[in-house]
């Protein structure tokens, strides 16, 4: 939307203060957030009350009578998920009426990572999941056209390109009617540059029928050796309730068999806790089952009713128990993901520097995507050595080491 804009001769401004036109693009996968943003449009609402506001986003396809509601008595304009090519209008004019007709939007990529949406939408029916509802069909992109805009990206200069969707697994299911995301990888695989694939979130149900090519990727020296398959839940009988379409045993199978064939593998996982129907043995079993695979990177959720969802009907858990099972559930991912990142101290790696971090830091990835925070400011876009002096479990703390890798890719 920035650069749409700003493309069109429109300012682009960080104050709101100076603004005329005030853009809050939004995200509804939390009630919390659901809340702050609300309160952040009533604000800014009151405090400028001559100001037009453009709400963008995920909350305003899900829930478009609460943004209403917030912006009552105010000039704005409503942008659903599919409509953000329609900024300019948005400023122009006063657009009320929210549209869902599948428009593909790509921004141009200039940066060093560039983030490359496949497909928009999923196959799935999961009961707290609010995306479903502002993303309701999978609409996978055409192949051609994910070629193009990844070419524009490597053209101008991303290093490090990130295939995303709601899940990547499903690519080709609507539009070529079979299982595409191999073909697809393999045809970006083969784009001349200097440059590294990071595969986004894959499901279960669907990487059960492609796992031999997406191994076949994450050997290719040019991905990341990243995989990142959500579980949920640990307890099949959850899996059930959550309408998730895989079990335990699955997603175990999948996590041995990819370690068995890809070394030096990072996976990272979802989880939910609380979920309406969690019993005390069904997160024990979600515990076990890190535990036993001791998955490098968790990432944890604690379940909010999201309006409109399947889960929203059912007795939920009381909140005192679902603080205390993150709270549980947090301790043991942080014990696990201290023990992977240690086993990385002392040595020495080849990494991509793709990011500034905080005080003159900066980030590169390990080949296995794990984060190295160096406390020199270094370029952006290079392949380093650095050598892995600490670790959190997070991320590795490292100092760049003598020589240098460029250009050409990792050997
Ligand atoms: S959580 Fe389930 S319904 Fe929601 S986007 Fe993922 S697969 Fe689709």
Redesign the pocket.
């Known amino acids: 939307m920035m650069y749409l804009s700003s493309s069109r001769g429109y300012n682009i401004v960080v104050r709101e203060e100076e603004a005329d036109v005030v853009v809050v693009n939004t995200c509804t996968v939390r009630r919390d957030t659901d809340e702050r943003i609300i309160d952040r449009i009533v604000k800014i609402k009151r405090a400028y009350p001559n100001k037009k506001i453009i709400v963008a986003g995920c909350l305003v396809s899900a829930q478009p009578y609460t943004v209403k509601k917030a912006l009552d008595g105010t000039r704005y304009s409503l942008l659903s998920t599919h409509m953000i090519a329609e900024i300019n209008k948005a400023i122009r004019e006063d657009i009320k009426k929210i549209k869902f007709n599948q428009n593909k939007v790509f921004y141009p990529q200039k940066n060093v990572i560039a983030i490359i949406p496949i497909a928009d939408g ?5 009961s ?2 609010i ?2 509802i502002a ?1 309701p069909l999978l609409n996978s992109y055409p192949i051609e056209y994910v070629l193009r805009k990844t070419k524009e990206a490597v053209r101008s200069g991303a290093r490090e390109i990130q295939l995303t969707s ?2 990547l697994g499903a690519y080709g299911l609507d539009r070529y009617r079979k299982y595409m995301l191999p073909e697809l990888a393999k045809m970006i695989l083969d784009i001349p540059g200097d440059f590294m694939v990071r595969l986004g979130m894959m ?1 279960p149900e669907h990487l059960l029928n492609i796992i031999d090519d997406v191994i076949e990727l994450l050997r290719d020296q040019k991905v990341y050796k990243f995989i990142h398959i959500p579980l949920q839940s640990g307890s099949n009988h959850l899996l059930k309730i959550m309408n ?1 379409r895989y079990t335990v045993e699955d997603f175990t199978y999948l996590v041995k068999y990819i370690r068995k064939k890809v070394e030096d593998i990072m996976i990272a996982t979802d989880i939910i806790v609380g979920h309406p129907g969690e019993r005390d043995q069904d997160f024990e079993e979600t515990i076990n089952v890190l535990r036993e695979l001791e998955i490098e990177r968790v990432h944890i959720a604690q379940y909010t009713p999201r309006p409109r969802t399947l889960a929203y009907a059912l007795p939920q858990v009381k909140p005192h128990i679902r603080k205390y099972r993150l709270r549980k559930i947090l301790e043991l991912i942080e014990k696990i993901g201290l023990r992977a990142h240690r086993k990385y101290v002392g040595k020495k790696t080849k990494a991509l520097t793709t990011e500034l971090g905080n005080n003159r830091t900066t980030i590169a990835r390990t080949q296995s995507y794990y984060p190295v925070i160096i406390k020199e400011e270094i370029p952006l876009g290079k392949w380093i050595y650095v050598n892995i002096i600490d670790a959190t479990y997070y991320d590795l703390r490292g100092k760049r080491a003598r020589g240098d890798l460029n250009p050409g890719l990792p050997a």
């Open positions: 999923c196959t799935g029916a999961c707290f999941c995306t479903r993303r709601q899940d499901n998730r």
